[in-house]
C-alpha cells in the first residue's frame, strides 16, 4: 500500500483510520426525490453550501439562470438535481458519408475536455472528405439482456433449455407486449452447470433501447416463471452475460446495438501532403500497434475509439457509460497498390439511438441537429456516421504518430504558447 | 448486411450508392482555428445555420450567454467551439469513507442523462454511511507511454534492450527534463521478434497526466535515438502496449493510473431493510453473474461501474474517454458468519487528477468542490472517493436485481407515470 | 536478452552468431516419405546415428521390436517414422457417471509423466463414486472451419454475405458430398471491413472431425467461388476465426466439438473424511481462484483441466495439441444446506471421438477398450466421462490446496522417499 | 440438452437416470499404490479384465514385455501403473537455428497421431534451412507459483503487502533452502479487496522447474505464516494467478518458463519454389489471420503452434499439458524490400526443461538425444529450438492455406489414396 510507504504513518494509525466509524455524527443527506422541484434543488443546494466544500460562486456556476429555467426538462433524466455542467462543444466536418444508411457531407458534434481532440478529428474528417468520402456500412443490429437461472440440478438446466427452446413464439409474444418498437429477435440459452443464462436479443427501432430490452425482459420472464414445468430456485433480470456497459470479447461474434463498419482508400500522395507521412509507415504503425494491442490483452485493436465514441455521445445525448463497451471495435490499414492505403474500422457495439433516452435534452437535440439526424429513422445513419468519425480520429491520431507531431501537438494545444516549459 | 435485407434496395444502387463521390461540390468546411474567438464560433454557426439541419433555436441552447461570456475559458480544452453542452447534474451522499488518503463524508456529484441513475447511487451511499462507511486504499499509482521501436533483426531488438536497461539513470533525467511532477518510475521492454515495446511508467502527482507522460516519454525516445548504439529502422512514441483509452487485461497485473480499493461490511438485516432482499441471495447473484462476465469474455468482474465513473468523470473534469480503461475491476460479494455480507471493488485503473484537464472549468470545479477536493494533494482521495461511488453503485444495482425491483424502477424513473405502458 | 546479461559475450560475438549461416554445409536431410516403409525408417536412423545425438541404445528404445513389427499400423497417421514413444499410463475408477450419454462405473486410462497425476484423480474419483456418482449431459455440438474472404470493398463483403445466407442449402449440399457423417449445421459471417470469415459449423458423428470439416468446407469454398457473383480477391480454406488449437473466449458463447458438463454434491462429512478439509474452505478456495484466474486474464476460470485432459486424450488416441483449445471452461464450488457442497464443471470445447484419428492405434484402441467406449455411438458418452475425470482432478486438487497437502504430495510422488532433500 | 432432441427420451427418464446412484454396487476399485510392483500391475489387470471392456489382447498392447522389464524406471512418472502407451514418432530436420544459446543443425523427433503433421512441419524446416537457418534469442525467463491470503481487512491486506516487501531477503532466503538450482528473483503482490495474491518469480536452471517452485513455496509461506505479525485468516499455496496449465494475457506482459523467439527473412523465390504460393500472399494471409484470432477471443495471434509444442513436448519428456499455457504467442509476417518475407514467432510462455520431469524416461531420454539437447545447461538452447519448430510449423501450414493445398495434404495423408471419396 503506498500509504505505508510514503509518509510514515504506523499500521495502528491506518488500521485505526480505515475502521467503521459509527460514532461520529454523519454529515446531512441529500434527500432523494422522486421529482425534479426547485424547491428540492434549493434545499440540496442549503446542505452543500452549508457542509460541502462548494461555494456561492459554484452554485452560481452549475445552477445558472438555465439551470432553473429548465429544470423540467430533465425530469425524466436525473434525480436530486443541483443543475447542469457544462461541457464545451466543438464541431468538425463536413464529414462526407457515402453509407448505406448514412448519405452526404455531416458536422459533427464533439464534446470534451481534452485538447487537440477535435482539431485532430477535424483533421481526419477533411483527409477523407478531400477524397470523395468514406464508405459506411450498417452490419447488424440487435440488443441484450441476459436473465440467469439457478435450478435444481444440471439435468433440469438442460431440461429447462429444451422448454425455452419449445416455447420461443410464446416467450416473445409475452416479450414483446411491452413494447412497440422492441421485437425479440433471437433467445440462446447457455448452460453452466445447473445455471442457464439466457441471451435476449432485440431489435429497438431508433431507440437505443436499454430501457425497453429490460422491461420486455421482464415479461418474459414473468412468463417463465408462470409456464415452465421446471421452476428455477431463483433467478435475475440480469445475470451478467450481456455486456452491458462493459468490453466484452462476446462483441465480435456477434453485435450488440449496431456493428458499422467504414472504410477509406487514400492515395499516398494525399497522405504526405495532409499527414506529413507516408503510406507505408501507416501501415507499419498498424503492424505494430495491433500486435501492442494484443499482447497488452486488449478486446480488439485499435487507436483511440474512446475519444470520439465519448466526445459524440455526449454531444448528441447518448448514454455516456456505454463508451465502455462501444470502444472496442478493428482498425485494419493496409498498403495496396500504386501506393494507395486501404483503412477500416469495424465497431460491433455501438449502442445510441435518435429517439429517447437523452436526445430530447435543450442542447443534445441541437447536437444531433446539426449532424441532421434527430428522430424516427435515424439511428442507422447515426451509427454509419459514428463510425466515420471513429474512422477520422484513428487516421489522424496514427498520422501524427507516424509523422512524430504527436506530443507537439499536445503540447501546444493543452499547454499554449505562453505556457512555461515546465507544466 | 442489413440493407439488402430490410428495403429491397438492389445490390447495384448499393454499390452505386457507397462509392467516393468527388464530384458532388463538398459543404463550406468548419474553418480550424488554434484559439477560441468569438468571430470563429459566428462563422462556426454561419456555417451550421446555412449548411446543417441546425437552426437558430439550437444555437441559442448551445451558445448561451454564458457559452459567450466564458468563451475564453475553454481555450485549451476545445477547438472549433460552438459553445457548451449541458448535462443535468445530480448529487449524492453523504457517502462515509474511511480511507488511506479519504476520510470523512463526501458528497458526489454525478453527470448522467440515465434516469434512475443517481437515486440509484444514492441509495448505495445511504446504506454505507448507515454502518459508519467504507473502507477505502489507494494500492499502487503509475501512467504508462509504450514507445515502440522496429530494430534491424531479433538480434539487435535483444541487444536494444539490454542497453535500454543499463542506461535507466540518463534516460530517467532526459524523461524529467520536461515535466516538474512526473517522475518515470519503471522502464519494461518487451520483445517480440525484432520490435521493442517500452513501457515506461511515471507517478504524476495529482494530475490525470497523460499530457505529462506523453511529453516526457518524446524527450526519453529522443535521448534513445541520439544515445543508443542500436538504431532503430522506425519508431513510434506510443505502440498501443499501454492500455490509453482501452480496457485491458493488463491492467490487472500492474496498475495504470491508480488502483483503489473499497469494501463494506453490511449486517444481513440492514440488506433487507434497506435493499428488500438477503445476503444469501447477494452473494448467489455474485456468483453468477461473475461467471456470467467471465463467460461472455469481459476483462475483470463487475457490475455496472461505467455508469458511476462516468458519472462523477463528467462531473469532477476529468476525461470521459478514460471510462473505457477505468470501467474494469472486480467486485466481490461474499457471506460471512452471522449473516454478515462483505462487499468489496478493485479498480487498477482509474485515470483521474485534482489538477489540471478539465478541473478547472467552471462546473467542474464546482463538482470538485462539492467533493471538497480541488487542488493539489487530493487526488489520491479522489481516487478512493470514486472507488467508494462504485461500491455504493454495486451494491444498489444488485441489491435491485435481487429484490426483482431493477426493472420497476427504470420505469418509474426514466418513463414517468403519466407514459402510456407502451413506449 | 539474457545471453548480454549472464555470460558477456560481446554484442558483435552475438550478432555473428546469430546470422544466417549459408556457409557451412547442412547436415544430411531426413528424407521426406509419404509412406512408411521400414527401409525408409532404417535410412532415417543411419542419418540420425551419424549425425545426430542418439546413439544405438536410443534406437534400441524408440525403434524396438514392437515399433518394427507395427510399422505399418501407423501408416496414417505419422510420417518420417522413427519409431513409437512409451508414455506410462495409470488407470483409475471406477468413477461412476449418471449421464444423459454416459451411465456406468468406467476406468479411465491416463497416460502422462507427471508424478502424483494419476493418483490425485483417482482420489477425486473414488470420493465421487463413493457418493452415487456424478451427474453428466451434452449440451452442444459442433465443430468448426472459417474460411476468410477477400473482397473488393467493404459494400461488397455485404453484399457477399447477403448472398451467401440466400445460398445455404445449395452450400450445404456442396459440403455434405465429401463425407458420410458430417452435417453442416450452421453458416455464420462475420465482416470485419472488406474481409469476410465465414463460421460453418458441423456436426461430425463420432469423429473428432477436424478433418471431415475441412475437407467438407474446402467443398464449399469451390461452391462459392464458382457461383458467388461477388468474387473475392483472394480467400484462405482457414482464417483463425474457428478456435482450432488455441484457446478462444468465442467457445464459451457457442460451442466447438462437444460443450459437457459433470456436477456432484458432497456432504461436508465426506470432504473431511476424504480430503481432509472443510466444504467452507473449499468454497473459499473457489473464490479465491476463480478471482485469480480472471485477473491473470486466463479465459473461463478453473484450476487444471489440462491435467486429466492430456493424459486422457493421449491414452485414448485424441489429438494431444487440442488441449490448447480443450482445456478452458468453468468450475463452480458452492456451499448449500446441510454442508454440502456442488461442485460443477461445465467445458464448452471437448473435441474427441471413438472412431477415426488416434483411435485405431494399437494401445490407444486398448485405453478405449478399458473405458468401455470404442467405436461408433460412443462419442458423446467419451465426453460426458472426461468431463467427470475433469471433475475428479478439480476436487482433488483443490482438496489438497485446500488440507495444505498439495506440495508434500508431489513431493512424495515426484521425489521419492530415499531422495536427498535439495533436488 | 441434446439429449432432449434427438432421441424422444422423456424428461422423466433422463431425470431418473441421471441421479446420484448409491443403491448399485460399485465395480471394484483400482487399488492406489505409492509404489509401482508388478504385483500391483497385475492386479489391476485383473480388475480391468473382469470389469472393463478391455481384453488379453488389449493387456497385451499395453503391457507389453518391455513395459514388464522396465516397470520400475516409471516409478517417480506414474501411479496404478498398467503398462506404456506407444505414440509414433517422425523425424523433421536438420534445422540450422543462429541462436543465442541454440547453434547448429537440429533434428527433431515429433510424436503425434495427426497424418500430415510431421511432414508440414518437415518441409517448413527444409525452407528455414536452405536460406540459412532462422534467427533465436532466448528473452526472459522466470517460472511462478502464486500463493493466496486472505486477510481480515483490504487495510490489513494493504499492511500485509508493506510487510512482504520490506521482508524480500528473509523471504528469498526460506524459499531457497528448498532447492539448489531454484532462485527467487521476484516477489510480486496484488491485491484485491482483502485478498493478496503473491506472485512468485523463480529461476528454476535446466529444469522445467514446477515441483521446485511448489516446494520452495510452501517454504516461503511457512515464514510468512510464522513471521508476519498479519496473519491470514486463511491462505492457499496456489491461488490461480500463475497461468500454471492454462493460457493467460498475463504471460504477454512478462514471461512464464521461458520467453523465445525465432525469425526467418526468406527470398520470394523460395516461397515460390518451396510453398507454391508468394510472399505477398502469405502477407495477406497474416493480417486475415491475425485478426481472425483477434475476434475470436484468442490469446495472442498465431496459427498452430499446439501442433508442434505438444508432439515436441511429448518425445523429449515434458509435461503435455503445458501446452494448455505454452501454446501461446505471436506469429509476425511482413512483406519487405525486394519481395522479401521476414516472418517470426515469439513465444512468452514455454515450459520446458532438459532435466528431470519425464527427460529421463528410456525413449524421451531418446528424443533428447535426437536433438542433443539432453542434460545440464540445455534447456535455453532446447528452448530457442522449439521456437524454430514452431516458426517452421507457421510457415508450411501458412504456406499451405495460401496455395490451397491444405484440404489435400490433410487428405492425402490421413486417408491415403486407396480410400474411398466418402470418408
Known sequence: MIAAMVDGRSADDIARQTQPDTTTPLKPWIRPAKHI????????????????????????????????????????????????????????GPLRVNGIFAKGDYYAPLATTEAALVASYGRGARLISSVGGCTTGTLAEGVQRSPGFALKSTTEAGLFVAWLCMNFDMLKAAAETTT???????????????????????????????????????ALCEAIIEKSPFKPVYWFLEANFSGDKKASAMSFVGVRGRKVTASVELPGEEIRKQLHTTSKRMEDYWRMSALGGVMSGSIGVQGHYANGLAALYLATGQDAACVAESAVGVTRIELREDDRLFVSVTLPNIIAGTVGGGTNLPTQAAGLNIMGLKGEGKARAFAEVTAAVCLAGELSIIGALCAHEFASAHQKLARGKQEPSKP
Open 180 to 218: 412497440r418498437h422492441g421485437k425479440l429477435v433471437e433467445l440462446s440459452p447457455h448452460v453452466e452447470g445447473d445455471h442457464v443464462y439466457l441471451k435476449c436479443t432485440y431489435t429497438t427501432g431508433d431507440a437505443a433501447g436499454q430501457n425497453m430490452v429490460t422491461i420486455a425482459t421482464a
Open 37 to 92: 422541484e426547485a424547491m428540492f434543488t434549493a434545499a440540496n443546494w442549503k446542505t452543500l453550501l452549508g457542509h460541502s466544500g462548494a461555494s456561492e460562486a459554484d452554485k452560481v456556476e452549475l445552477y445558472d439562470a438555465k439551470a432553473q429555467e429548465q429544470l423540467e426538462r430533465y425530469e425524466h433524466n436525473i434525480e436530486n438535481y443541483v443543475g447542469t455542467l457544462r461541457l464545451p462543444v466543438g464541431v468538425i
